[in-house]
């Protein structure tokens, strides 16, 4: 048999090629060697989310009183209770995109999959197992791995990744993270919300590098008073064991914790795909691709973390539609200006568009709009004035066009749609203001850009 599309890789790429190509009544195989759902589901971003959903209702259970709410005691988190309502949780999600995927029609083969060529009918072989199969066309969203970096001593290290963290049953009581991105944050204020000893080194002067400055400072000295100690501006120079040796301005720092999390970022799985039988090019290991997710191979196309760059499962599902869409013959394209980035601490930071620092670089001149949560009612009724919380838009100096939207407090990560439309249409704050925003809530607060 030839299928219409052949898929590698059974995580957000797949899923969201699936949605779009058998309604259709394409014919398609897809390929997973471990579970469906990919990272995001199984080991990133929504496990990630079910601990820090649960650390954020300790915290809100400890400060009850300000809401004039007494429980009786200071309230107690059960890490084991915690890690198995996660592992329930993911556990559902999992068999409901299994369900999905099922019920779609493709074929799903429950092996690892690589690309073994082209024949001469020019459709493209892949090998599973002891398996072939053949595909008109081929779509590869295989994921990526733990990016661990060239430390001095880190092959002999005892360390963990996101990967082993989210396994623990108990909370350590010390833990050292390298990394202080995305992936490095969140896992340092969940476990220093629940008690747990954290230092956090990260090379860059300051905390989530590619969010806007300011806000990221904000969200560090929330966290430096719950107790997490950061080394910024620290270059990590040898590890021994579990104890890391970092330095900075010449002056060498032992850190000594109970558990060592690598959490730098990911890098592209596609090392098996066997990518040279096509003599499909890449670039430091990530696939090249062109506006549709073509590769060098024109019946072959990539997405999501092989390709690197954004790396958000939102960003994968988007350009497997693209993808998807080119092989029906739709034009289609992504605008990765208008990819949003969350960042689920407390208060929660989000991001859409260019950063101040990104305009500085480019010579581009901007204005800055700004606006409190705190004259929102909602925003004041559910937390207090001392509360961080506020909007930041960045428009062009002459046109007036929105270029980023940048949010920190809660709920950023549902706000940021909001700004995502605006920078996606070339809204100005004028054409926002335009619109109702239901009173008394947060959103309301883009009538007030000022």
């Known amino acids: ?16 090629a699936i949605r779009t190509l058998a309604p259709k009544g394409k014919s398609i195989v897809l390929f997973e060697g471990n579970k469906l759902g990919g990272t995001c589901l199984n080991e990133g971003c ?8 649960s650390a954020h209702v300790f915290e809100a259970l400890n400060e009850a009183n300000k809401a004039g709410v007494e429980i009786g005691g ?14 329930q949780i993911i556990q559902a999600l999992g068999m409901g995109a299994t369900q999905g995927l099922e019920a ?5 083969v429950y092996e690892m999959a690589q690309i073994d060529g082209e024949n001469e009918d020019g459709t493209i072989r892949i090998k599973a197992g002891n398996q072939f199969y053949n595909a008109k066309d081929v779509i590869l969203g295989a994921g990526s791995t733990s990016a661990i970096p060239p430390i001095k001593g880190i092959e002999t290290a005892e360390y963990i990744t996101s990967r082993e963290i989210l396994e623990l049953t108990e909370a350590p009581k010390s833990l050292t993270v390298i990394g202080g991105g995305v992936l490095g944050l969140e896992f ?32 560090r000295q929330q966290y430096e008073g719950k107790g997490i100690r950061f080394h910024l501006g620290a270059k990590a120079e040898q590890v021994n064991g579990k104890e890391i040796v970092i330095s900075k301005d010449g002056v060498q720092t032992t850190l000594s914790n109970e558990l060592l999390l690598m959490a730098v970022g990911r890098k592209p799985a596609t090392d098996k795909l066997n990518l040279s039988s096509l003599n499909i090019e890449t670039n430091r290991n990530a696939i090249v ?8 191979h024109p019946n072959v196309y990539a997405c999501g973390d092989v390709i690197g760059g954004s790396m958000l499962a939102h960003t994968a ?12 013959g739709i034009s289609d394209s992504i605008n990765y200006d208008s990819i949003p980035a969350v960042v689920y601490t407390n208060p929660e930071i989000a991001s859409v568009g260019a950063t101040e620092a990104t305009l500085k670089n480019k010579g581009i001149a901007y204005n800055i709009s700004n606006a409190a949560f705190a004259q929102a009612g909602r925003y004041v009724l559910e937390n207090d004035f001392q509360t961080p919380g506020a909007v930041k838009v960045l428009t062009d100096k002459e046109s007036g066009k929105i270029l980023g939207i940048h949010l920190i407090g809660n709920p950023a990560s549902e706000l940021i749609a909001i700004g995502t439309m605006a920078v996606a249409e070339g809204y100005t704050i004028a054409k926002m203001q335009q619109f109702v925003f239901p009173h008394p809530t947060v959103a309301a607060v883009f009538q007030n850009l000022a």
């Open 104 to 108: 779609s029609g493709a074929n799903i």
């Open 46 to 53: 929504m496990p990630t989310k079910a601990l820090l959903h």
């Open 1 to 16: 048999m030839i299928y219409d599309v052949a898929i590698i890789g059974g995580g957000p790429v797949g899923i969201a």
């Open 317 to 328: 599902m988007h350009e497997a539609r693209v993808a998807a869409h080119t092989i029906m």
């Open 74 to 87: 200071a309230a107690k988190a059960n890490y084991n209770i915690i890690s198995q309502r996660k592992n």
């Open 188 to 219: 340092a204020s969940l476990f220093a919300i629940l008690g747990t000893k954290v230092d956090l080194v990260e090379m860059s002067p300051e905390i989530l590098p590619t969010m806007d400055a300011e806000y990221a400072a904000i969200v």
């Open 289 to 296: 691709v062109d506006a549709q997710m073509k590769t060098s």
